[in-house]
């Protein structure tokens, strides 16, 4: 294996990675669960806060909506690159039944 296929495909790897967080949906589907369940968990966390009775945490409240924007990317990021593995199995597969089709069909 070469040096300069072990750097490509890492960054292929990344490049792939990165544009399924950034597109096909992920963000909107992350931003809307962030918020319904950021927001329940900030009213669980910072209860006292939200009824008056404390002060807000901020910095907690920023993250509590971080956290599950992050793991619904992650999880969207995880589920795409597992369905695109195995469409490309399948395709290498049918490419490979064709050419055994083809070599019989040659050798009859």
């Known amino acids: ?13 990344c490049r792939e990675v990165c ?8 963000p909107c589907r992350a931003a809307k669960l962030a918020a319904v369940v950021g927001t329940l968990l900030v009213i669980i ?20 909506y971080c956290v599950p924007y992050m793991v619904s990317t992650y999880t969207s990021v995880s589920k795409d690159l597992h369905l695109r593995r195995e469409a490309e199995t399948a395709v290498q597969r049918a490419h490979e039944e064709a050419q055994k089709i083809r070599f019989q069909k040659g050798a009859l």
């Open 45 to 64: 966390n910072q209860w006292e806060a939200v009824v008056g009775a404390g002060s807000m945490d901020w910095v907690k409240v920023a993250l509590t």
């Open 19 to 26: 544009e399924l967080a950034v597109g096909h949906g992920a």
């Open 1 to 13: 294996m070469s040096f300069s296929r072990i750097i490509r495909e890492p960054v292929r790897q």
